[in-house]
Nanobody, 123 residues
Framework: QVQLVESGGGLVQAGGSLRLSCAASGRTFSTYARAWFRQAPGKEREFVAAISWSGGRSVYADSVKGRFTISRDNAKNTVYLQMNSLKPEDTAVYYC????????????????WGQGTQVTVSS
């Protein structure tokens, strides 16, 4: 069993930056693709970005492409989401999830959700 804990959220002005972290603990020796999702009030959870086990492949939602960067440090069992040029519409609770896979699985496959971290972008 692997537990994921997100951190790094906060309040930032539009145009600012934040870096989120997702630390894994427990059974971390397996190969996991990891992803970030977000859920704004009154909206469904949506995919943000994903990264393969090796870090060699990553994918992004169109809404964040060019502004967000996902990365990972397997030695620290941590995945990061660098968020630049933040917009008010990026306001949401951001969640980390994973799936046992070497490559990138379908978005619907991710599980083992963390508790989330709140990101609020003021205009």
């Amino acid at each position: 069993q692997v537990q994921l804990v997100e951190s790094g959220g906060g309040l930032v002005q539009a145009g600012g930056s934040l870096r989120l972290s997702c630390a894994a603990s427990g059974r971390t020796f397996s190969t996991y693709a990891r992803a970030w999702f977000r859920q704004a009030p009154g909206k469904e959870r949506e995919f943000v970005a994903a990264i393969s086990w090796s870090g060699g492949r990553s994918v992004y939602a169109d809404s964040v492409k060019g502004r967000f960067t996902i990365s990972r440090d397997n030695a620290k069992n941590t995945v990061y989401l660098q968020m630049n040029s933040l917009k008010p519409e990026d306001t949401a609770v951001y969640y980390c999830a994973q799936y046992s896979s070497v490559g990138l699985p379908p978005v619907s496959a991710y599980r083992d959700w963390g508790q989330g971290t709140q990101v609020t972008v003021s205009s």
